[in-house]
């Protein structure tokens, strides 16, 4: 048997209810349209705004919320937002699609209850078996893997850092500066660049914005 026909004999019986959660409208708008068009597919809520998806789920009309990581408007976002979400809804299939990197937020959302993290690049028929997978089988976690999907665990980063790497990534996680970390260290300036730059690299960030959600994250 073909993992196709796994996932056809492993769907509800009703059409799979999708709700979609983002505070971009046009992004919203583009995976809705696109969703709508699949047989199996009920699209039952477009929604920008956490308590509004929270008022879908409630009313039971929703099998799989897809929803942004990063929602900066909004009372929750990141990790709180999925722990949650799952919290809320225990059965509930939940599909990150967000402007993140996957190498940035993947092991996040698995730890926060997701059942996928799909980056919004990714593209709209690799979102719809995503979130056929994500309900055939509620207990993995599925990611892109070479354009395809994949089923992994992500394992956290944080745990090729040195004790001098968090010690220094904690600091600027209370807002310091590389220059107000070193003071505070009683370390040079250029060890804790050093330092800083090591960790990044650890870690697979490339900029401050991406080190800035894992530190978001980790030291919250």
């Excluded at 997701?114 to 690049?121: D, G, H, I, R, W």
Aim: aromatic share 6%; proline share 4%; hydrophobic share 45%.
């Amino acid at each position: 048997m073909t993992f196709r026909q796994v996932l056809l004999l492993s769907r509800p019986r009703h059409r799979i209810r999708i709700a979609v959660l983002d505070d971009h409208p046009i992004v919203a708008l583009g995976v809705t349209t696109y969703l709508h068009d699949y047989a199996d597919f009920e699209l039952v809520a477009n929604v920008a705004t956490i308590d509004d998806l929270f008022a879908v789920i409630d009313q039971g009309r929703c099998d799989v919320a897809i929803v942004d990581f990063y929602l900066p408007e909004d009372r929750l976002d990141g990790a709180t937002f999925v722990k949650r979400l799952r919290v809320h809804a225990p059965r509930l299939g939940i599909v990150v699609l967000s402007a993140a990197r996957a190498s940035d937020a993947e092991c996040i959302c698995h730890r926060a209850g997701a059942n996928a993290f799909l980056e919004k690049s990714t593209p709209l028929s690799l979102i719809a078996e995503t979130i056929r997978s994500a309900v055939a089988s509620p207990r993995k976690f599925f990611v892109i893997r070479e354009g395809k999907i994949d089923a992994l665990v992500p394992h956290p980063r944080e745990d090729t850092l040195s004790a001098a790497e968090v010690e220094i990534l904690r600091h600027i996680a209370e807002g310091l500066s590389v220059t107000q970390t070193a003071e505070r260290l009683r370390r040079s300036k250029k060890t804790v660049s050093t330092h800083k730059r090591s960790a990044m690299r650890k870690l697979r960030v490339s900029d401050d914005f991406g080190l800035a959600l894992f530190l978001k994250e980790k030291f919250r």
